[in-house]
Every structure is written in structure tokens, then in C-alpha cells.
């Protein structure tokens, strides 16, 4: 009952707050990625969720704030991302500010607030039968994996705990996430830095 009614419904009050309050720090954010990444504060990229009417996956646009320049070489090919990833990128990502623009994508319906991470189109190819069920909810700002590793979990760990959160779901689970997420953002625990 939950999953099906009533998540849609708090993840629209709660992202629609979010914005709201979240709005002047989002403007201000977007400001400063401007300059400080030379160009568009947004990166986008199409990314696979809950599977639509037909039975296939459906693909939307995450939308999150650049954390990388836009830097190339003399041939007009991009840096390696390390070279790209800038000092003030790395504050992004460590802090997790980087995701508030996926607040939008919450509101939309694209995404949850819980549910397995959007992966890269390209990782779909890779993904089992049974791995792939994880696209058969929306997909999360954050998840289970996420609080249990992040980026310090291996491939299939995380796909297990995909698994795992959309066999188990329920508002306390999310509750649950929901906290332990706020206290990794606090910690900086599991992030690329």
C-alpha cells in the first residue's frame, strides 16, 4: 500500500518543501558552479528508472550541478576527470551538494527521495535478469546501497542491496535511510573526494 500510494505522494510534498526552502542556497550554488567550473552550473545525463507501461525501462534526464570542467586538450578532447575535477568539485561531492538539482527531478517523477541509484545507461548491458528488477521502482536520491557503503561497496554488493531495499519496502525502511543518509552527508563518510 505504501509503495504504491503513498511514497509518490511524500516524495511530492517532501521535495516540493525542499525547493522551497532549499531555492536561494540552489540559485546561489548555481552562481558559483558557474564560475568556478567556466561555463553551465548542470550536467545531465540520461539515466534508466522504473520500467515503464510496456515492461522496458524508461530513461530520464538526472539533472545534478557540474562538478568537473569542461577543460580539453590541444586536439579539443576533454581532460582525464581528474584533471577536471577542481578543488571546489571536490567540496561538491563531498558534501553532496552536488545532488540538489535532483530535487527537480523528484518533483517531476522521474525519481524517488529512496530507491536504488540511477546507474549509466551503458551499465545495462551488464546487469543480470535479477539485477534489473532493481529498475522496477523509481530510482533514489539515495538508497540502501548508499548507506551502506556507497562508494566504497563493490558492484554486485550494491545491486544486492538494490534488491534488497525493493523487496523490503516500507516508510519505516525509508525513514531509516532517510537518517542514516543525513548522517553520511554530516560525516562525509563514503564520498569521492
Known sequence: MYSKFFKRLIDIILSFIAIS????????????????MKGNPFFTQIRPTKVGKD????????I?????????D????????????????????????DELPELFNILKGDMSIVGP????????VFMSEEQRRRHSVRAGLTGLAQVSGR??????QKLSYDI?????????????????????VFKREDTVR
Open 21 to 36: 526552502v532549499l531555492l536561494p542556497i540552489i540559485i546561489l550554488l548555481a552562481v558559483f558552479v558557474a564560475i568556478f
Open 55 to 62: 515492461g522496458k525501462e524508461k530513461l530520464f534526464r538526472m
Open 64 to 72: 545534478k550541478f557540474r562538478t568537473m570542467t569542461n577543460e580539453r
Open 74 to 97: 590541444e586536439k579539443g578532447e576533454l581532460l582525464p576527470d581528474d584533471k577536471r575535477l577542481n578543488k571546489f568539485g571536490k567540496i561538491l561531492r563531498s558534501t553532496s551538494l
Open 117 to 124: 541509484r540511477p546507474q549509466l545507461v551503458r551499465d545495462m
Open 151 to 156: 562508494n566504497n561497496i563493490s558492484w554486485e
Open 164 to 184: 534488497e531495499y525493493i523487496e523490503n519496502i516500507s516508510f519505516g525502511g525509508d525513514v531509516k535511510i532517510i537518517f542514516r543518509t543525513v548522517k553520511k
